[in-house]
T-cell receptor, first 115, second 120 residues
Framework: DQQVKQNSPSLSVQEGRISILNCDYT??????FLWYKKYPAEGPTFLIS?????DKNEDGRFTVFLNKSAKHLSLHIVPSQPGDSAVYFC??????????????FGQGTTLQVKP | GAVVSQHPSWVICKSGTSVKIECRSL??????MFWYRQFPKQSLMLMAT?????????EQGVEKDKFLINHASLTLSTLTVTSAHPEDSSFYIC????????????????FGPGTRLTVL
């Protein structure tokens, strides 16, 4: 049972354009969402997060949008840079309700930003 | 801040042997550590959650006697793969949540660089 889904395994974008990565979840109890960036043979690097009480969080070129009614979140990268090329994972957590903070990851989306 | 290290970064072992992987939080107190494994082109799958000083909580389908987890201090957790077999070959990643020295809680998990285990 895949509770967090990233239905697009890959995305290719031209440098300078916007990259939009999507993520859907099924468990309405999730109250905290995160995006991680991962290079091959390395651990994930935290990018940005959002709690369920918000619908938008922005940090520099990265913005995460949360649509609770649709159980959908997205990561926008503007402008995209070649160095953004990596695998992006979204993750969900029952942070405040369970206090364990364990993360459920999506399958990942490989982003390629072309110069 | 919030740096997590893992050792070794890669290991090759013979079938039947045991392998220990260390996970350390370098600049914060990790009250909770998590162990994941990742198969090629797949998601990170949580194996277990460990809180300092208590027994680990394993996810369904993960054998606790095969994957021994110890979280003896606020900066160190170990995962021991006992009697390793080729199907245990994978990329093992730890992460940590905790507090800074000033007492600020980290909501995010910070990940180590991972350990590539190959069992021959």
């Amino acid at each position: 049972d895949q509770q967090v889904k990233q239905n697009s395994p890959s995305l290719s974008v031209q440098e300078g354009r916007i990259s939009i990565l999507n993520c859907d979840y099924t468990n309405s109890m999730f109250d905290y969402f995160l995006w991680y960036k991962k290079y091959p043979a390395e651990g994930p690097t935290f990018l940005i997060s959002i709690s369920s009480i918000k619908d938008k969080n922005e940090d520099g070129r990265f913005t995460v949008f949360l649509n609770k009614s649709a159980k959908h979140l997205s990561l926008h990268i503007v402008p995209s840079q070649p160095g953004d090329s990596a695998v992006y994972f979204c993750a969900a957590s029952l942070l405040f309700s369970s206090n364990t903070g364990k993360l459920i990851f999506g399958q990942g989306t490989t982003l390629q930003v072309k110069p | 801040g919030a740096v997590v290290s893992q050792h070794p970064s890669w290991v090759i072992c013979k079938s039947g042997t045991s392998v220990k992987i260390e996970c350390r939080s370098l600049d914060f107190q990790a009250t909770t550590m998590f162990w994941y494994r990742q198969f090629p082109k797949q998601s990170l799958m949580l194996m277990a959650t460990s809180n300092e000083g208590s027994k680990a909580t394993y996810e369904q389908g993960v054998e606790k006697d095969k994957f021994l987890i110890n979280h003896a201090s606020l900066t160190l957790s170990t995962l021991t793969v006992t009697s390793a077999h080729p199907e245990d070959s994978s990329f093992y990643i730890c992460s940590a949540r905790g507090q800074t020295s000033g007492g600020t809680d980290y909501n995010e998990q910070f990940f180590g660089p991972g350990t590539r285990l190959t069992v021959l």
